[in-house]
Protein backbone atom coordinates (compact mmCIF):
# COMPACT_ATOMS: atom_id res chain seq x y z
CA UNK A 1 0.00 0.00 0.00
CA UNK A 2 1.14 3.46 -1.22
CA UNK A 3 1.58 6.22 1.37
CA UNK A 4 -1.32 9.04 1.78
CA UNK A 5 -0.38 12.19 0.09
CA UNK A 6 -1.43 13.98 2.99
CA UNK A 7 1.16 11.60 5.40
CA UNK A 8 3.77 12.53 3.02
CA UNK A 9 3.10 16.35 2.72
CA UNK A 10 3.21 16.12 6.93
CA UNK A 11 6.59 14.26 7.29
CA UNK A 12 7.91 16.55 4.51
CA UNK A 13 6.61 19.66 6.91
CA UNK A 14 7.83 17.77 10.14
CA UNK A 15 11.44 17.76 8.20
CA UNK A 16 11.90 20.70 7.41
CA UNK A 17 10.40 22.36 10.40
CA UNK A 18 13.06 19.69 12.58
CA UNK A 19 16.17 21.26 9.91
CA UNK A 20 14.57 24.98 10.55
CA UNK A 21 15.42 24.60 14.14
CA UNK A 22 18.88 23.27 13.81
CA UNK A 23 19.70 26.17 11.42
CA UNK A 24 17.96 28.84 13.34
CA UNK A 25 21.16 27.95 16.24
CA UNK A 26 23.36 30.99 15.57
CA UNK A 27 20.82 33.03 13.65
CA UNK A 28 20.73 30.08 10.81
CA UNK A 29 24.64 30.08 10.80
CA UNK A 30 25.73 26.94 11.44
CA UNK A 31 29.25 26.77 11.34
CA UNK A 32 30.83 24.38 13.01
CA UNK A 33 34.57 24.87 14.26
CA UNK A 34 36.98 26.83 12.86
CA UNK A 35 39.25 24.48 12.02
CA UNK A 36 42.84 25.06 10.29
CA UNK A 37 42.92 23.56 7.39
CA UNK A 38 46.16 21.00 7.05
CA UNK A 39 47.83 22.85 3.80
CA UNK A 40 48.96 26.43 4.75
CA UNK A 41 49.68 29.15 2.63
CA UNK A 42 53.17 31.23 3.11
CA UNK A 43 51.46 34.55 1.17
CA UNK A 44 48.38 34.46 3.34
CA UNK A 45 50.70 33.57 6.14
CA UNK A 46 53.02 36.55 5.89
CA UNK A 47 50.68 38.87 4.09
CA UNK A 48 47.41 38.67 6.41
CA UNK A 49 49.50 38.14 9.95
CA UNK A 50 50.91 41.64 9.61
CA UNK A 51 48.20 43.71 11.51
CA UNK A 52 46.43 41.18 13.35
CA UNK A 53 46.00 37.08 13.67
CA UNK A 54 45.65 35.64 10.32
CA UNK A 55 42.24 34.89 10.50
CA UNK A 56 42.05 31.04 9.71
CA UNK A 57 40.22 30.63 6.61
CA UNK A 58 37.12 28.54 8.48
CA UNK A 59 35.83 31.33 10.31
CA UNK A 60 34.18 32.93 7.25
CA UNK A 61 32.21 31.42 4.05
CA UNK A 62 33.31 31.69 0.99
CA UNK A 63 31.74 34.82 -0.06
CA UNK A 64 32.88 37.20 3.10
CA UNK A 65 36.58 36.60 1.66
CA UNK A 66 35.24 36.75 -2.10
CA UNK A 67 33.98 40.49 -1.07
CA UNK A 68 37.00 41.54 1.62
CA UNK A 69 39.64 40.71 -0.81
CA UNK A 70 37.75 42.38 -3.62
CA UNK A 71 38.12 45.63 -1.30
CA UNK A 72 41.59 45.38 0.14
CA UNK A 73 42.15 48.70 -0.44
CA UNK A 74 39.48 49.92 1.65
CA UNK A 75 40.10 47.24 4.49
CA UNK A 76 38.31 48.23 8.14
CA UNK A 77 39.76 51.79 7.01
CA UNK A 78 43.27 50.54 6.34
CA UNK A 79 45.12 50.29 2.67
CA UNK A 80 45.92 46.45 2.95
CA UNK A 81 45.86 46.27 -1.15
CA UNK A 82 48.41 43.51 -2.82
CA UNK A 83 49.62 42.28 -5.93
CA UNK A 84 46.68 41.26 -8.44
CA UNK A 85 48.63 37.46 -8.32
CA UNK A 86 49.35 38.00 -4.14
CA UNK A 87 45.55 38.66 -4.33
CA UNK A 88 44.24 35.84 -6.30
CA UNK A 89 46.36 33.47 -4.48
CA UNK A 90 45.22 34.32 -1.26
CA UNK A 91 41.76 34.51 -2.06
CA UNK A 92 41.77 31.24 -3.55
CA UNK A 93 43.12 29.74 -0.67
CA UNK A 94 40.73 31.16 1.08
CA UNK A 95 38.03 30.40 -0.29
CA UNK A 96 39.00 26.71 -1.11
CA UNK A 97 39.11 26.39 2.90
CA UNK A 98 36.17 28.82 4.18
CA UNK A 99 33.40 27.35 6.39
CA UNK A 100 31.24 25.05 4.70
CA UNK A 101 28.80 25.36 6.90
CA UNK A 102 27.88 29.02 7.62
CA UNK A 103 24.35 29.02 5.74
CA UNK A 104 23.91 33.19 6.45
CA UNK A 105 22.93 34.66 3.18
CA UNK A 106 24.88 37.58 3.56
CA UNK A 107 28.49 37.64 3.15
CA UNK A 108 29.67 39.64 6.64
CA UNK A 109 33.12 41.02 6.88
CA UNK A 110 33.44 40.62 10.96
CA UNK A 111 33.95 37.29 12.41
CA UNK A 112 33.33 39.33 15.43
CA UNK A 113 29.54 40.51 14.58
CA UNK A 114 28.08 36.65 13.74
CA UNK A 115 25.88 35.43 15.55
CA UNK A 116 28.24 32.60 16.68
CA UNK A 117 30.54 34.57 17.62
CA UNK A 118 28.42 36.51 20.08
CA UNK A 119 26.49 33.45 21.37
CA UNK A 120 30.47 31.54 22.54
CA UNK A 121 31.25 35.54 24.03
CA UNK A 122 28.42 36.49 25.66
CA UNK A 123 28.42 38.68 28.95
CA UNK A 124 27.33 35.89 31.63
CA UNK A 125 30.76 34.05 30.43
CA UNK A 126 33.23 36.89 29.68
CA UNK A 127 32.72 40.45 31.86
CA UNK A 128 31.90 42.72 29.36
CA UNK A 129 35.05 44.64 31.26
CA UNK A 130 37.55 42.19 30.10
CA UNK A 131 37.16 43.47 26.39
CA UNK A 132 38.79 46.75 27.46
CA UNK A 133 41.99 45.01 29.06
CA UNK A 134 45.26 46.15 27.48
CA UNK A 135 46.35 42.61 27.36
CA UNK A 136 42.88 41.90 25.12
CA UNK A 137 42.20 45.53 23.25
CA UNK A 138 39.34 44.05 21.07
CA UNK A 139 36.90 41.36 20.33
CA UNK A 140 38.86 40.26 16.77
CA UNK A 141 42.51 39.81 19.11
CA UNK A 142 41.75 36.19 19.73
CA UNK A 143 45.02 35.43 20.72
CA UNK A 144 44.99 37.37 23.67
CA UNK A 145 42.82 34.38 25.07
CA UNK A 146 43.27 31.15 22.38
CA UNK A 147 46.64 31.00 23.00
CA UNK A 148 46.62 28.40 19.74
CA UNK A 149 44.01 30.22 17.68
CA UNK A 150 47.51 31.05 15.03
CA UNK A 151 47.40 27.23 14.71
CA UNK A 152 43.21 27.19 14.39
CA UNK A 153 42.81 26.30 18.06
CA UNK A 154 39.49 27.81 19.43
CA UNK A 155 38.08 25.07 22.00
CA UNK A 156 36.94 26.35 24.90
CA UNK A 157 39.21 23.57 27.23
CA UNK A 158 42.65 25.58 25.91
CA UNK A 159 41.44 29.32 26.74
CA UNK A 160 42.31 31.72 29.31
CA UNK A 161 41.57 35.12 29.88
CA UNK A 162 44.52 37.65 30.49
CA UNK A 163 44.65 39.57 33.35
C1 LIG B 1 47.53 47.15 7.21
C2 LIG B 1 47.00 46.32 8.27
C3 LIG B 1 46.17 45.09 7.85
C4 LIG B 1 46.51 44.08 7.00
C5 LIG B 1 47.80 43.92 6.18
C6 LIG B 1 45.40 43.13 6.99
N1 LIG B 1 44.42 43.56 7.87
FE1 LIG B 1 42.70 42.58 8.32
N2 LIG B 1 42.17 44.09 9.59
C7 LIG B 1 42.91 45.24 9.84
C8 LIG B 1 42.18 46.08 10.78
C9 LIG B 1 42.65 47.43 11.33
C10 LIG B 1 40.99 45.38 11.11
C11 LIG B 1 39.89 45.80 12.11
C12 LIG B 1 40.21 45.16 13.43
C13 LIG B 1 39.18 45.42 14.50
O1 LIG B 1 38.16 46.05 14.25
O2 LIG B 1 39.39 44.93 15.65
C14 LIG B 1 41.02 44.14 10.36
C15 LIG B 1 40.04 43.17 10.41
C16 LIG B 1 40.02 41.98 9.71
C17 LIG B 1 38.99 40.97 9.80
C18 LIG B 1 37.74 41.05 10.69
C19 LIG B 1 38.05 40.70 12.12
C20 LIG B 1 36.84 40.86 13.01
O3 LIG B 1 36.74 41.88 13.71
O4 LIG B 1 35.97 39.99 13.01
C21 LIG B 1 39.33 39.97 8.94
C22 LIG B 1 38.55 38.68 8.71
C23 LIG B 1 40.58 40.35 8.30
N3 LIG B 1 40.98 41.58 8.81
C24 LIG B 1 41.23 39.61 7.33
C25 LIG B 1 42.43 39.99 6.72
C26 LIG B 1 43.06 39.25 5.63
C27 LIG B 1 42.50 38.01 4.99
C28 LIG B 1 44.23 39.92 5.33
C29 LIG B 1 45.25 39.57 4.29
C30 LIG B 1 44.79 39.63 2.92
C31 LIG B 1 44.31 41.08 6.22
N4 LIG B 1 43.20 41.09 7.02
C32 LIG B 1 45.35 41.99 6.23
C33 LIG B 1 44.15 45.53 9.29
C34 LIG B 1 44.85 44.76 8.40
C1 LIG C 1 38.58 37.95 26.03
C2 LIG C 1 38.98 36.63 25.64
C3 LIG C 1 38.55 36.09 24.29
C4 LIG C 1 38.80 36.62 23.03
C5 LIG C 1 39.55 37.89 22.69
C6 LIG C 1 38.20 35.70 22.08
N1 LIG C 1 37.61 34.65 22.74
FE1 LIG C 1 36.73 33.02 21.91
N2 LIG C 1 36.21 32.34 23.74
C7 LIG C 1 36.58 32.91 24.95
C8 LIG C 1 36.00 32.15 26.06
C9 LIG C 1 36.16 32.43 27.54
C10 LIG C 1 35.28 31.09 25.45
C11 LIG C 1 34.49 29.97 26.15
C12 LIG C 1 33.08 30.47 26.39
C13 LIG C 1 32.25 29.43 27.13
O1 LIG C 1 32.71 28.91 28.13
O2 LIG C 1 31.14 29.16 26.67
C14 LIG C 1 35.44 31.23 24.00
C15 LIG C 1 34.88 30.37 23.06
C16 LIG C 1 35.15 30.42 21.72
C17 LIG C 1 34.73 29.41 20.75
C18 LIG C 1 33.95 28.15 21.07
C19 LIG C 1 34.92 27.07 21.51
C20 LIG C 1 34.24 25.77 21.85
O3 LIG C 1 34.97 24.84 22.32
O4 LIG C 1 33.03 25.65 21.68
C21 LIG C 1 35.22 29.79 19.52
C22 LIG C 1 35.06 29.04 18.20
C23 LIG C 1 35.91 31.05 19.71
N3 LIG C 1 35.86 31.39 21.05
C24 LIG C 1 36.50 31.77 18.69
C25 LIG C 1 37.08 33.02 18.86
C26 LIG C 1 37.60 33.82 17.76
C27 LIG C 1 37.60 33.40 16.31
C28 LIG C 1 38.09 34.98 18.33
C29 LIG C 1 38.68 36.18 17.62
C30 LIG C 1 38.00 36.66 16.42
C31 LIG C 1 37.87 34.89 19.78
N4 LIG C 1 37.25 33.69 20.06
C32 LIG C 1 38.23 35.85 20.69
C33 LIG C 1 37.36 34.03 25.10
C34 LIG C 1 37.80 34.86 24.08
Not at 102 to 130: F, Q
Request: aromatic share 8%; proline share 6%.
Amino acid sequence: MSHHPLWTLATIFTLALGSLSAQAKYNGEDRGRPVMPAQNNAKWQAECSSCHLAFPPGLLPAASWQKMMGELDQHFGTDASLSAADTTEITNYLVKHASNRWTANTAPLKITESGWYTSKHRAKEIDPAVWKRASVKSRSNCIACHRDADKGEFDEDTVRIPK
